[in-house]
């Protein structure tokens, strides 16, 4: 880990909020409405579990999970737009914050500026932001859907770093997806912190790595 860090950027999804549990309550809401007629737990479950698939962590566009569910269960265009519509307009109600990322960034406060850059609508990240209460602690949000840029495009990275009003070598990102997060980050210039969401996962690039976000603590 380089040295002369003066600022912080996170991602907001599954790095200081838990989008999986937010999509697997969706998910059931979903599957609950859409299919009544499914009583069989079993068979429930196997819905669900595809439809968590296909979302694939929330990094491509809702359109793919819906549209296999609708080429696997026959459901007319109409109601595979409706159905991204209505996730897009509800799915931040589901918000569920990590228990220590609020203490964890308060701390951090103290010594570094903070921000946000993620990826998403402008709707749903204010949404969520505002439902994990963690909105007020950051002097930076940069979300895509308002920057018209989406990571791993270095220039919402650098949009970041100039609204901390720092020079990227000086910021630290941390984020959990490696494709968009920490590559972005890296050729930004910034340094990348990486949350590993699972522990079995490998990595041979020397990068930081945590499992929490309450090891930044530690870290920096």
Same mark, same amino acid.
């Given at each position: 880990?380089?040295?002369? #860090?003066?600022?912080?950027?996170?991602?907001?999804?599954?790095?200081?909020?838990?989008?999986?549990?937010?999509?697997?309550?969706?998910?059931?809401?979903?599957?609950?409405?859409?299919?009544?007629?499914?009583?069989?737990?079993?068979?429930?479950?196997?819905?669900?579990?595809?439809?968590?698939?296909?979302?694939?962590?929330?990094?491509?566009?809702? #359109?793919?999970? *819906? %549209?296999?569910? $609708?080429?696997?269960?026959?459901?007319?265009?109409?109601?595979?737009?409706?159905?991204?519509?209505?996730?897009?307009?509800?799915?931040?109600?589901?918000?569920?914050?990590?228990?220590?990322?609020?203490?964890?960034?308060?701390?951090?406060?103290?010594? *570094?500026?903070?921000?946000?850059?993620?990826?998403?609508? %402008?709707?749903?990240?204010?949404?969520?932001?505002?439902?994990?209460?963690? $909105?007020?602690?950051?002097?930076?949000?940069?979300? %895509?859907?308002?920057?018209?840029?989406?990571?791993?495009?270095?220039?919402?990275?650098?949009?970041?770093?100039?609204?901390?009003?720092?020079?990227?070598?000086?910021?630290?990102?941390?984020?959990?997806?490696?494709?968009?997060?920490?590559?972005?980050?890296?050729?930004?210039g910034m340094q990348p912190i990486w949350i590993f969401s699972?522990?079995?996962?490998?990595?041979?690039?020397?990068?930081?790595?945590?499992?929490?976000?309450?090891?930044?603590?530690?870290?920096?």
């Amino acid at each position: 880990m380089r040295t002369g #860090i003066k600022g912080i950027l996170f991602d907001l999804d599954n790095t200081l909020i838990d989008r999986q549990a937010a999509a697997d309550a969706k998910v059931r809401k979903l599957v609950a409405e859409l299919f009544p007629q499914v009583q069989d737990p079993v068979e429930f479950e196997n819905i669900v579990q595809k439809l968590l698939t296909w979302d694939e962590y929330g990094s491509i566009p809702k #359109i793919h999970m *819906y %549209s296999m569910l $609708a080429k696997e269960y026959g459901l007319s265009e109409e109601q595979r737009e409706a159905l991204c519509q209505d996730w897009g307009e509800t799915f931040g109600d589901y918000t569920v914050v990590f228990p220590q990322a609020r203490a964890v960034i308060e701390q951090l406060k103290k010594k *570094y500026k903070v921000g946000i850059v993620t990826n998403g609508s %402008s709707k749903m990240q204010r949404r969520k932001l505002e439902l994990c209460g963690l $909105a007020d602690l950051f002097e930076v949000i940069v979300i %895509s859907g308002e920057f018209q840029a989406h990571k791993p495009d270095v220039e919402i990275f650098l949009e970041g770093a100039r609204q901390l009003q720092l020079p990227p070598r000086e910021i630290a990102f941390v984020g959990d997806t490696f494709f968009t997060d920490i590559i972005g980050a890296y050729r930004a210039g910034m340094q990348p912190i990486w949350i590993f969401s699972n522990p079995g996962q490998q990595c041979q690039a020397d990068l930081p790595r945590i499992y929490r976000i309450e090891e930044l603590l530690d870290l920096l």
